[in-house]
């Protein structure tokens, strides 16, 4: 059974670009999560999506927006790129119950210069 | 508001020996659930344990074990036996089961090496 998989893998943007992050759950798998992990920070929830509806937020500006697709697969879009965007975003997923772990993917490595 | 507290940023413990890795947590809500997950160098979070907090006994799974004391708001890991591959960031984690508290939030998270 394929795991959580998370593309690209590195990205390195600009100050003021945008990027997009894929996410692809295990199969069968309704819910998706997104997590920012920075040094400073640590592991800090952006959202989570289950049926194609977001379920709950964090406290990031709306700058950071996500979607779910049909098939469960995920994206995150984070506009206006700023130096402080650099992180390590990981995608997990879950079957949907509040008591379920979460399997994550290894991450997408972001970059803003 | 939800919190996780490591307060341990590095332990040390040579193999084969027990380790106990710290995590205190403060919520309002009356039921949620307690996570450690483990992270290597490459990145990927991969789940250890689950303890559920009107769970009576305490959770194991293999070599891990979780000492829950629900007064005190502890979650201890504790893992036996420690092997060369356990060396890792921890981290504890949180989930409620209101609106506002149904997200997974992390402590700050404790590296532990493993010696030979």
């Known amino acids: 059974k394929a795991g959580v998989t998370q593309t690209p893998r590195y990205l390195i943007k600009t100050r003021g670009q945008q990027v997009t992050l894929s996410c692809s759950p295990i199969s069968g798998h309704r819910s998706v999560s997104w997590y920012q992990q920075t040094p400073g920070q640590g592991l800090q929830f952006l959202f989570e999506?289950?049926?194609?509806?977001?379920?709950n937020k964090g406290n990031f500006p709306g700058r950071f927006s996500g979607r779910q697709f049909s098939n469960s697969r995920s994206e995150m879009n984070v506009s206006t790129l700023e130096l402080g965007d650099s992180a390590l975003y990981l995608c997990?997923?879950?079957?949907?119950?509040?008591?379920?772990?979460?399997?994550f993917g290894s991450g997408t490595q972001l970059s803003v210069l | 508001a939800q919190k996780i507290t490591q307060t341990q940023p590095g332990m040390f413990v040579q193999e084969k020996e027990a380790v106990t890795l710290d995590c205190t947590y403060d919520?309002?809500?009356?039921?949620?659930?307690l996570f450690w997950y483990k992270q290597p160098s490459s990145g990927e979070m991969i789940f250890l344990i689950y303890?559920?907090?009107?769970?009576?006994q305490n959770a194991t799974e293999g070599r891990y074990s979780l000492n829950f004391q629900k007064a005190r708001k502890s979650a201890n890991l504790v893992i036996s036996a420690s092997q060369l591959g356990d060396s890792a960031m921890y981290f504890c984690?949180?989930?409620?089961?209101?609106?506002?508290?149904?997200?997974?939030?992390f402590g700050t998270g404790t590296r532990l090496q493993v010696f030979p």
């Open positions: 997990a997923s879950s079957f949907g119950g509040d008591t379920e772990k979460l399997f």
């Open positions: 303890q559920g907090s009107y769970d009576q």
């Open positions: 919520t309002s809500d009356p039921s949620y659930g």
């Open positions: 999506y289950f049926s194609e509806t977001q379920r």
């Open positions: 984690a949180m989930r409620g089961r209101s609106y506002n508290t149904d997200k997974l939030i």
